[in-house]
């Protein structure tokens, strides 16, 4: 395991400052490195050359032999000047917040799609810093701390190569994003609705995923990857869900969000968060245990406004709210509070979802020819049947239809 020393610079406009280096923390232990001390500048701005003052430069070089350290992590994000110098100043390597991330989202990444745009993301970033006399310098930063990713043979390549790369890369992920909306055209035609579940990072999206699974009539879904750790699933997982009153949608699980979300992710998983965007109905999931879940909240605002998904009817679910001594208010409206584990509150979103999405319905008397009972059978599957009773003219069906199937089989409505 690498040892590090945390560095962060409070400005007189920081907010959440301490929160902010808890979470450094937190993306290290991701990471698998051990944080032996943290030390703290304030400051009106960060200087050009070093990030921090010099006479803080001579305080951390001091530290990082006193305590052995093998690498400095910053907060923020360095520009390649910074990093260049703090290298030559500290004799160590040195790495920001932007670098964990990407190194954490390399570590994840399972499918070709996720594979595909964290390394796109890794070469855009690395692309400013990869210039003329600093390959030796960023040899050792690596764009991560661990081995996933461009590495160390595709610093040495020049500008141009990287280009290439990047190039390359948008063109895989073109194939992939073309099949992505292929299938998202389909599900329009079918009028299948699609629910997408978005949040910070770790607020127990997957988990909500799967105990929406518990209430689905028909329940052979496979269950996704659960687990308390920062950005513990980064592909798109879909489900169907079937209520009792025969209404179905799809809900997908989408990747988590986190404070100085680096651009170059946002703009790598477009196709990804493209799915948030198409959805009919977006629930937000909170972590209502924790602390700082109203600047979570605004982070997640921030990104779904930047996807422009600001105009899609938002369900604000509260989680875990089992770890919670009294209960939370909130002018966030409609809201519902959850417990993942013990399934509490689960009754009143699947109602709360299916309130959203099937306001818009039709209920109606059919009267379907004997020859037509292909329709009725469709319609036993499809839709919301009330009450059936075969009579000499037909099966008159008592049925709900959404406007597609109100119009699709208006001729046999009495």
Do not use: W
Not at 200 to 215: I, P, R
């Amino acid at each position: 395991m690498e040892k590090a020393i945390l560095v962060g610079v409070r400005l007189q406009d920081s907010v959440n400052f301490e929160y902010m280096m808890a979470e450094l923390k937190n993306l290290c232990m991701a990471c698998d490195i051990v944080v032996l001390d943290t030390i703290i500048q304030n400051m009106e701005k960060p200087t050009a050359n070093l990030y921090i003052g010099p006479g803080k430069a001579e305080e951390l070089k001091a530290a990082v032999l006193n305590l052995e350290a093998d690498i400095v992590v910053f907060d923020d994000e360095l520009s390649p000047t910074q990093v260049r110098n703090l290298e030559k100043t500290l004799a160590i390597k040195v790495v920001d917040r932007t670098v964990l991330i990407l190194d954490i989202f390399a570590r994840r990444a399972k499918t070709k799609e996720a594979m595909l745009q964290v390394e796109l993301a890794q070469c855009e970033y690395m692309l400013p810093r990869v210039i003329v006399g600093m390959n030796s310098s960023f040899s050792r930063q690596r764009s991560g701390t661990g081995s996933k990713g461009p590495g160390e043979k595709q610093l040495e390549l020049d500008r141009r190569l990287l280009k290439d790369q990047i190039s390359r890369l948008h063109d895989d992920l073109k194939e992939l994003v073309s099949i992505r909306r292929t299938q998202r055209e389909k599900r329009k035609k079918e009028e299948t609705f699609t629910v997408a579940i978005t949040g910070y990072t770790n607020s127990g999206k997957s988990t909500l995923l799967n105990k929406m699974l518990e209430y689905s009539l028909e329940n052979s879904e496979k269950y996704v990857f659960e687990k308390n750790m920062l950005f513990a699933t980064l592909e798109t997982a879909t489900r169907s869900i079937t209520l009792k009153n025969n209404h179905r949608f799809l809900i997908t699980d989408t990747v988590g969000f986190i404070s100085k979300l680096p651009h170059h992710l946002i703009e790598a998983f477009k196709s990804t968060l493209e799915e948030i965007k198409e959805a009919a109905v977006i629930l937000h999931v909170i972590d209502a245990a924790n602390p700082q879940y109203k600047n979570q909240v605004g982070v997640v605002e921030e990104v779904l406004k930047s996807l422009d998904a600001k105009n899609i009817p938002v369900i604000y679910v509260f989680n875990k709210s089992d770890l919670l001594s009294c209960p939370i208010t909130s002018q966030l409206s409609p809201m519902v509070c959850v417990s993942s584990i013990t399934g509490e509150g689960f009754m009143e979103l699947t109602n709360l979802i299916d309130s959203l999405l099937y306001n818009m319905l039709h209920r109606v008397l059919m009267i379907i020819p004997f020859e037509k009972g292909n329709i009725y059978s469709f319609l036993k599957d499809k839709a919301h049947i009330f009450s059936t009773e075969y009579l000499d003219d037909g099966i008159h069906v008592d049925v709900e239809l959404n406007d597609h199937f109100f119009n699709l089989y208006k001729q046999y409505i009495v």
